[in-house]
């Protein structure tokens, strides 16, 4: 079993800003197969990142996934009010482990 | 439009059962493999199981081996979950997720959840 990683747990960064998320993996992850996912609040998950760095349909171009092996990252590279969420990244080879979560808050 | 309702949470007891139902339109139900992902109270992601289109393969999660079965009437375009010797741990919002074409675990279109409550 993979076990994913998600740091930090909680971001706090102002409309504009940059994140940047962290996803690590215990072993490493075969073909890329490395997702992530943002939920809002009393939302279900939406799909935003697959194969490590391909932006999902209708994602903004303003999201970025990069990383490769065990080391995974999603970049928001300009904080709009409907980005603040918890975002998880998620294993999808052989089986699907989701990562603990981070929270992107209004500081 | 891809629309996927989950329905038949609800309250009860450790030890009783509960079937969840998801019904699916806006996408040719029969061409994808589908899942259940839950997630207790103000934690993450967990998945639950998945059916494959022709219902051939069915893995679960060791969490609920043994206990949930999962279905699907590709004639109704639905998707069923039947949970046994239900545990307070089980308690959890319970999505419906349907798998990509791009890899049998990637989900790209997910339900608003139907709750699951069980009291000890």
């Known amino acids: 079993e993979i076990v994913l990683t998600q740091s930090p747990g909680t971001l706090s960064l102002s409309p504009g800003e940059r994140a940047t998320l962290s996803c690590r993996a215990s072993q490493s992850v075969s073909s890329n197969y490395l997702a992530w996912y943002q939920q809002r609040p009393g939302q279900a998950p939406r799909l935003l990142i697959y194969g490590a760095s391909s932006r999902a349909t209708g994602i903004p171009d303003r999201f970025s996934g990069s990383g490769s092996g065990t080391d995974f990252t999603l970049t928001i590279s300009r904080l709009e009010p409907e980005d603040f969420a918890v975002y998880y990244c998620q294993q999808y080879g052989s089986s699907a482990f989701f990562g603990g979560g981070t929270k992107v808050e209004i500081k | 439009e891809v629309q996927l309702v989950e329905s038949g949470g609800g309250l009860v007891q450790s030890g009783r059962s509960l079937r969840l139902s998801c019904a699916a339109s806006g996408f040719t139900f029969d061409d994808y493999d589908m899942h259940w992902v839950r997630q207790a109270p103000g934690k993450g992601l967990e998945w639950v199981s998945g059916i494959s289109k022709r219902s051939d393969n069915k893995p679960y999660a060791d969490s609920v081996k043994g206990r949930f079965t999962i279905s699907r009437d590709n004639a109704e375009n639905s998707l069923y979950l039947q949970m046994n010797s239900l545990r307070a741990e089980d308690t959890a919002l319970y999505f419906c997720?349907?798998?990509?074409?791009?890899?049998?675990?990637?989900?790209?279109?997910w339900g608003q959840g139907t709750l699951v409550t069980v009291s000890s």
């Open positions: 997720a349907r798998a990509s074409k791009i890899a049998l675990r990637l989900f790209d279109y």
